[in-house]
Nanobody, 125 residues
């Protein structure tokens, strides 16, 4: 079964840290893997992406210097380490995958074909 399964969400205070994990089927090993988030009333936005063939990962300006995406193909898992969390980081976070690795350079939710169910992150002030 081809799937993406997120975990690691939760509630933290501002300034805290969380690490999200996305386990994926081996089918996605050479896909562009991305983390997106969607807050209530807002569009789903790309947070970070990674691909084995791309040396520099993409990060949204709002998370640069605070979030780090990484990938472990041996474990079929992509991670999002989130530090210095802010209340505005509160959202549902989704893992996504697309075979067109060029999508990694400028991720847009409508361009990604495969999605996980999401994991909620809530940051209180």
């Amino acid at each position: 079964q081809v799937e993406l399964v997120e975990s690691g969400g939760g509630s933290v205070q501002a300034g805290g840290s969380l690490t999200l994990s996305c386990e994926y089927s081996r089918y996605y090993r050479n896909y562009c893997m991305g983390w997106f988030r969607q807050a209530p009333g807002k569009e789903r936005e790309g947070v970070a992406t990674v691909h084995p063939g791309i040396s520099n990962s993409y990060y949204a300006d709002s998370v640069k210097g605070r979030f780090t995406i990484s990938q472990d193909n041996a474990k079929n898992t992509v991670y999002l380490q989130m530090n210095s969390l802010r209340p505005e980081d509160t959202a549902m976070y989704y893992c996504a995958a697309d075979p067109r690795w060029g999508r990694c350079y400028s991720p847009r939710a409508p361009d990604f074909d495969n999605w996980g169910q999401g994991t909620q992150v809530t940051v209180s002030s």
